[in-house]
T-cell receptor, first 109, second 117 residues
Framework: QKEVEQDPGPLSVPEGAIVSLNCTYS??????FMWYRQYSRKGPELLMY????GNKEDGRFTAQVDKSSKYISLFIRDSQPSDSATYLC?????????FGAGTRLTVKP | DAGVIQSPRHEVTEMGQEVTLRCKPI?????LFWYRQTMMRGLELLIY????????DSGMPEDRFSAKMPNASFSTLKIQPSEPRDSAVYFC???????????????FGPGTRLTVL
């Protein structure tokens, strides 16, 4: 079993839809939970991060962490074509980072 | 700031040849990470440095892979000899513990796309 599981998709939605992306993990020691966005042929860039359980909102993006279920989510409201990218969940403890496989999202105009 | 700089952007080589990938981290960052990304395995951490010292190289796949960081502004990842299964995109990332309690906010370079024929 991988430490971090993420459905690779692909996921295709119409513009304006609400997108839900999810990851599960097995290592209960993880403390920081991140979402990175990667455009085609670019390096990943940090989108959001949370420490321990809870919710965090930033504009159209909301990150949720449920440590009891070892489950994290990213919600995108009013999705735009510019949101089309691969979204990678990541989690870390003591500077050791583990990434999910990434979910490829396409938002169609 | 120019961000993390990697060179070359693309490398095509033949099996058995030595390959050297280069990285210049963001000035002032004290952590440097090397990753490999493939469709099959996703993004994998190979090795990371703190203040130029290798901390964890457990992700380095084989002895054919080696990494150095001679100073705070330069690191190399070397593959010798290269094999077709090494074909992947190699990313370098850097971060600063001074910004966060954990080096989770990593800034990635554009990557080097390596093809071994």
């Amino acid at each position: 079993q991988k430490e971090v599981e993420q459905d690779p998709g692909p996921l295709s939605v119409p513009e304006g839809a609400i997108v839900s992306l999810n990851c599960t993990y097995s290592n209960s020691a993880f403390q920081y939970f991140m979402w990175y966005r990667q455009y085609s042929r670019k390096g990943p860039e940090l989108l959001m991060y949370t420490y321990s359980s809870g919710n965090k909102e930033d504009g159209r993006f909301t990150a949720q962490v449920d440590k009891s279920s070892k489950y994290i989510s990213l919600f995108i409201r009013d999705s735009q074509p510019s949101d089309s990218a691969t979204y990678l969940c990541a989690m870390s403890v003591n500077n050791d980072m583990r990434f999910g496989a990434g979910t490829r999202l396409t938002v169609k105009p | 700031d120019a961000g993390v700089i990697q060179s070359p952007r693309h490398e095509v080589t033949e099996m058995g040849q030595e390959v050297t990938l280069r990285c210049k981290p963001i000035s002032g960052h004290d952590y440097l990470f090397w990753y490999r990304q493939t469709m099959m395995r996703g993004l994998e951490l190979l090795i990371y440095f703190n203040n130029n010292v290798p901390i964890d190289d457990s992700g380095m796949p084989e002895d054919r892979f080696s990494a150095k960081m001679p100073n705070a502004s330069f690191s190399t990842l070397k593959i010798q000899p290269s094999e077709p299964r090494d074909s992947a995109v190699y990313f370098c990332a850097s971060s600063s513990l001074a910004r966060t309690r954990d080096a989770h906010e990593q800034f990635f370079g554009p990557g080097t796309r390596l093809t071994v024929l």
